[in-house]
């Protein structure tokens, strides 16, 4: 047609769009991806790559770096080409990897996690100070708690630290709890009495995997450390140091059948270490829901949500990694 064609039509006609034809009234580059455009000036020549890689790879050469590599050939007078070029042509032959004899940086051992879905599969274990009426003198609570139940599985307290005591504490323990022939893993972070090699012969013998803490991340032993933060602080920790060794262990003896029988503890939904322990929560937690759907039926204008939440976790992870929880769920309690 003589009058020509409208530009929709006519982009549509040859598959162009039509801000890529306003685009070309002010540039005339196609800017397109895919588009075939003339090699850059500044490009290296299939010539000058193989002279970079032949320099790169040729005795004397093979252990430097390009900046190492430039400022040598500059001396015997050559230049080819710069470092950071240098850098790209071994990148894109594979090549970009430490060159001389040293290696690579190893990365440190990812902490691995632990999965707890019954009693007696983790237990974490830690010993703390405990102040005494001579100054300096302090006695040592050695600890290991299951970390499914919370429950605190055996406990002693000496006048010092050592592997012997942790090893026949940890005996003590498999014994009491029947632990033989079940996979049992025991975290601790890396103190000496910890990696001591009496206490992994003690574990290797037992069938225990032992579990450490990360260098220097302070976390790691939670569960440990919030059991012992709870002890320092409840009612019964006493008002001055402990006089002697029976006294210090009398008070363990009754913190810990506190702690086991009588704490309700907030992580459990408020039931006893003892109590999840046994399997004795889930029927527990299943009456307070009746109590609460029955509160709530009597007067449903004081309840603008579903009733609270009693519903234990199956599942407890020691230092979990975020890849292996899947995203958690908020249910009304049924």
Not at 162 to 187: D, F
Request: aromatic share 10%; net charge positive; hydrophobic share 35%.
């Amino acid at each position: 047609m003589k009058s020509g064609a409208r530009q929709a039509s006519a982009c549509e006609e040859l598959g162009l769009n039509e801000r890529t034809l306003q685009r070309w009234r002010h540039t005339p580059e196609d800017g397109r991806p895919g588009v075939l455009r003339p090699a850059p000036a500044n490009k290296l020549s299939e010539a000058e790559r193989r002279a970079v890689l032949a320099v790169a790879n040729q005795p004397g050469y093979e252990s430097l770096t390009p900046h190492q590599i430039v400022p040598k050939l500059a001396d015997e007078g050559r230049y080819l080409a710069s470092e950071s070029t240098f850098y790209r042509v071994l990148k894109a032959e594979g090549q970009a990897r430490r060159r001389g004899r040293s290696h690579n940086a190893k990365s440190s051992r990812p902490l691995t996690t632990h999965r707890a879905d019954g009693p007696n599969q983790v237990w974490c274990w830690d010993i703390t100070w405990m102040p005494t009426t001579v100054k300096g003198r302090f006695f040592y609570w050695y600890m290991m708690q299951d970390i499914y139940s919370r429950k605190l599985v055996v406990n002693e307290v000496h006048e010092s630290e050592s592997v012997e005591h942790a090893s026949q504490l940890l005996a003590l323990g498999c014994l009491r709890e029947q632990t033989v022939g079940r996979p049992l893993v025991l975290h601790s972070d890396n103190g000496s009495v910890m990696k001591g090699a009496t206490m992994r012969a003690a574990m290797e013998y037992l069938g225990v995997e032992p579990s450490y803490s990360r260098p220097r991340v302070s976390n790691d032993n939670a569960y440990a450390e919030a059991l012992f933060r709870t002890a320092k602080y409840c009612p019964l920790w006493p008002d001055r140091p402990f006089d002697t060794l029976e006294q210090a262990r009398d008070w363990v003896h009754r913190f810990v059948r506190w702690y086991n029988e009588e704490h309700r503890h907030s992580g459990l939904k408020y039931v006893t270490p003892n109590q999840r322990h046994r399997g004795e929560a889930p029927p527990m937690l299943a009456r307070r829901v009746v109590v609460y759907q029955a509160a709530r039926a009597r007067h449903p204008q004081r309840w603008s949500r579903g009733i609270r939440n009693w519903k234990l976790d199956p599942v407890v992870y020691l230092n979990p990694e975020r890849a292996e929880l899947a995203p958690k769920e908020y249910r009304k309690a049924a």
